[in-house]
């Protein structure tokens, strides 16, 4: 899955001001921008790709050897591959995520984008270029899945889900507000 989606996912499922924030009795005390679990949700969601892919993506920039679209895997540094293990491995998220428990228990909600990012990635990227090592130091196994550059439909697909769950997220509050009024009327 592509790292704007990931980030649009984090922020649409693990923040306050996300889906989240329609729980009954959820309070979102403050306008969407000012709420800190949005942007740790966007951080936590795009951590993965941004660690791996975006540290090579500034050093191809930097370096001039920058050329848009996917780079051949004998040109990418081993860096990248571990960076990419460790960061996409639900092992190291769990620990991650005891740890945040433990020690930064405000934080659970955004880190939870972390482990989505992860499930997202295992069916949408092959075996040819950055399988998910789920299991990473573990196990070696992935999923062989169906890789979102070489798809566009499975990319409309999962943009098309965003955006239903980002209406969904705007369009329920007002829908609720409307009904409340005559629910309450119905029962005087
Ligand atoms: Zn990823």
């Not at 998910?132 to 992935?142: A, R």
Request: aromatic content about 14%; overall charge neutral.
């Amino acid at each position: 899955m592509d790292t704007f989606a990931h980030g649009a996912i984090g922020m649409l499922t693990a923040s306050r001001s996300g889906l989240p924030g329609l729980r009954k009795g959820a309070a979102v005390r403050r306008p969407p921008l000012q709420d800190w679990t949005l942007w740790a949700a966007l951080a936590f969601g795009t951590l993965p790709d941004l660690v791996s892919f975006g540290v090579y993506l500034v050093q191809r920039v930097f370096s001039g050897n920058f050329s848009p679209g996917k780079p051949a895997l004998s040109e990418i540094p081993s860096y990248v591959f571990t960076a990419y293990d460790v960061s996409h491995s639900l092992v190291v998220a769990a620990a991650a995520g005891i740890l945040i428990g433990i020690f930064a228990r405000s934080c659970l909600l955004p880190y939870l984008a972390w482990p989505l990012h992860i499930f997202c990635d295992i069916p949408t990227h092959s075996a040819d270029f950055f399988a998910t090592p789920v299991f990473w130091p573990i196990s070696e196994w992935h999923f062989d899945g169906w890789a979102f550059s070489e798809h566009p439909l499975l990319i409309m697909g999962y943009w098309g889900g965003i955006v239903l769950l980002f209406a969904w997220r705007m369009l329920l509050p007002p829908i609720r507000e409307r009904i409340r009024p005559k629910q309450e009327n119905n029962h005087v």
